[in-house]
């Protein structure tokens, strides 16, 4: 078991289906880092919910956790919930090293992947 873990972070939805393309991500992630136990974690709406697999992974012997909020933008969710969320598993699990990176939106690189992707719609090569 790795003492290292990924966490891709998403709202969640009530459709079992609007979590394909997460499970997808969650898929090619653990493909490229196969040293790192990289899961799926929600909001709400869906299972599971972001403390129960943090503790989880904690139980599992999981020592640094990566937190990544896998929403276009920082909003609300992300610059209110997510930092009250991590300050409780912070509380709850003194010896777990947590790093929250930014929403995946706000980041250059998918920005461009995502411009790319809109720019070959309009000649059909999306």
Request: hydrophobic letters at 50%; proline letters at 6%.
């Amino acid at each position: 078991m790795s003492t290292r873990a990924l966490i891709l972070f998403a709202h969640g939805a009530r459709a079992a289906s609007w979590a394909a393309p997460f499970e997808r991500l969650r898929d090619l992630v653990a493909a490229r880092t196969p040293d790192v136990d990289v899961s799926l974690a929600f909001l709400e709406l869906m299972e599971p919910r972001l403390p129960e697999r943090a503790a989880a992974l904690v139980a599992q012997g999981v020592t640094q956790l990566t937190i990544v909020p896998v929403f276009l933008g920082q909003g609300g969710h992300v610059l209110r919930d997510l930092p009250l969320m991590v300050d409780e598993l912070r509380a709850a699990h003194p010896g777990l090293s947590i790093h929250v990176a930014e929403a995946a939106g706000e980041n250059p690189a998918v920005l461009q992947a995502i411009g790319d992707y809109c720019v070959g719609a309009l000649t059909g090569a999306a």
